[in-house]
């Protein structure tokens, strides 16, 4: 790939680049990728849809990637099967990725004699890897990255700046842990001794399984007496709360702003939309869609997908938001009503006064 960014490419390059066709003239020159809103005269940018070509009319872009078999347009394109793979790697020709020089052990690091350490680890400046600690073969820990004693965390993983590991978390193969993120700290789990709050029982830890991504700012509490669980392949999005004891089934995708409450477990491939609140001791089945801003106070079985407070099934959610909307028209029509029946029950008086 060539490394030099913002240099000018032919369409007929970038189409090569990607094995796709250039439609119109393959000597257009384009110097950065751009989406709709923002491409310039000299960017190429992308429409994944034929129903979208449209919005191309208010983009100021010489070129765009589309499907293929869209045909001419106004502007040159790139035919392609998959867009977005290849706008992609359209996207990494103007704006290569920057590859971090390797670092090894920084000295500036502070490693933990009783740590064991895999081939190929980079332990960046001013990170702390405590006793007893092992790491897999090529794991990363970037700057301000903290692993506590006792932790396991296997091949492959990546530990981003500010992240703190508790002690005795484990993490699988593959895993890339965010900034800032936090994983173990104690639960919120309280007793009231002598007229006081007392902390409960804290002896946990936390295991996130092979291949999950946890977002930046996330926290994910250990376990009272045993491990809270990510599942193989779970993906959480930055600013996700999960509390201890709970039991995260395997590639569950939970979006921003999501907090599941202690001791709730869910199945396989759960999809929790963003704000959706959880409460403890509840059950999330495989496959189900909790929807934006649900709040789930009940079991969810399987390939259900809800909405709303309290969370619902969606066709009965969609009901009720049909019904509501027509509260304003329905008000007038009773106040008509009423009216109506006032005035009738005026003549009726009017008319046994009369007969009397």
Known sequence: MDAQPH????????????????????SLAC????????????????VDKADRLHLLAKCAAAAAVVPRGTGPIDRPTIE????????????ELFRPQRIAAKVGVSPQASVDPTAVLGEGCEIHPCAVIGADVVLGDYVTVHSGGRIAAG???????VVHAGAALYENTILGERVIVHANVVLGAHGFGYK???????LSAQLGWVEIGDDCEIGAGTTIDRGTYGPTTIGEGTKIDNLVMIAHNCRIGRHNMICSQVGVAGSTSTGDWVVMAGQVGVRDHVHIGDGAVLGARSGVSNDIPAKTTVLGEPAIELRERKLQLATMSKLPEMRKQLKAILERIAALETLSECGRQEAA
């Open 80 to 91: 392609v099967d998959d867009v977005h793979a290849a706008f992609a790697t359209i996207v």
């Open 192 to 198: 009231v001794v002598a007229g006081r709050y007392e």
């Open 151 to 157: 932790c396991r965390v296997g091949s492959g993983s």
């Open 7 to 26: 240099a000018t490419r032919s369409l007929a390059a970038l189409a090569a680049s990607v094995s796709g066709d250039a439609v119109g003239d393959a």
């Open 31 to 46: 110097d950065s990728a751009a989406t709709l809103e923002t491409a310039g005269p000299a960017s190429i940018t992308l």
